[in-house]
């Protein structure tokens, strides 16, 4: 079965300092992985996902994700992190048995000033 | 923005009564779903559809029932309420175009039982 482990509950970064979030997975077959954005009191916006292509993906406001099948490791990046990146980060496996989506627990990104 | 409305926004209820949410999509996908969103759970699946009147159980489903009688709305209803469905939802649709089955999720709706 699959699964989805957000390894930080919350990161702490300065403004203009890179920004890692960390998600590992578990999966039989070959997934499809995404990650999901939600600001405070807002809805789900879908930042990237991975579907077997490029294993580096690129996704909105400068975010990028590793597959990584080794490691089993798709982590978030962002070079240099804004206050308007403070939000709550979801890491999501689809599975592939029935197409659902599988959410980690989610990581919240504080940025300080 | 994938066309999907909820209503109402906010609701309080008083524990026992029944709950109807409302999820509206403008582009007659198939497969809808019903979320709800609780600190430290990320998003778990209630119920989803896959057709009118297709219907099935999510990880979380007891205590709630769903009816899809059209393509554009699926509505979710809390039997009777209890203090432990406090909790934000969320309906979400998957395009019918995508082959990586992401899904696009409606504004949310804040209920608290009382």
């Known amino acids: 079965a699959q699964s989805v482990t957000q390894l930080d509950s919350h990161v702490s970064v300065s403004e203009g300092t890179p920004v890692l979030l960390r998600c590992n997975y578990s999966?039989?077959?070959?997934?499809?992985l995404f990650w999901y954005v939600q600001h405070p009191n807002k809805g789900l916006q879908l930042l990237l996902k991975?579907?077997?292509?490029a294993t580096l993906v690129k996704g909105i406001n400068g975010f990028e994700a590793e597959f990584k099948k080794s490691e089993t490791s798709f982590h978030l990046t962002k070079p240099s992190a804004h206050m308007s990146d403070a939000a709550e980060y979801f890491c999501?496996?689809?599975?592939?048995?029935?197409?659902?989506?599988?959410w980690g627990a989610g990581t919240k990104l504080i940025i300080k000033p | 923005d994938a066309g999907i409305t909820q209503s109402p926004r906010h609701k309080v209820t008083e524990t026992g009564t029944p709950v109807t949410l409302r999820c509206h999509q403008t582009?007659?996908?198939?497969?809808m779903y019903w979320y709800r969103q609780d600190p430290g759970h990320g998003l778990r699946l209630i119920h989803y559809?896959?057709?009118?009147?297709?219907?099935d159980k999510g990880e979380v489903s007891d205590g709630y029932s769903v009816s899809r009688s059209k393509t554009e709305d699926f509505l979710l209803t809390l039997e009777s309420a209890t203090s432990s469905q406090t909790s934000v939802y969320f309906c979400?649709?998957?395009?019918?175009?995508?082959?990586?089955?992401?899904?696009?999720f409606g504004p949310g709706t804040r209920l608290t039982v009382t």
């Open positions: 979400a649709i998957r395009a019918d175009r995508d082959v990586s089955y992401e899904q696009y």
């Open positions: 582009e007659n996908h198939r497969y």
């Open positions: 559809s896959y057709g009118v009147k297709d219907t």
């Open positions: 999966s039989s077959y070959s997934p499809s």
């Open positions: 991975y579907t077997s292509a």
């Open positions: 999501v496996v689809s599975d592939q048995s029935n197409y659902q989506l599988i």
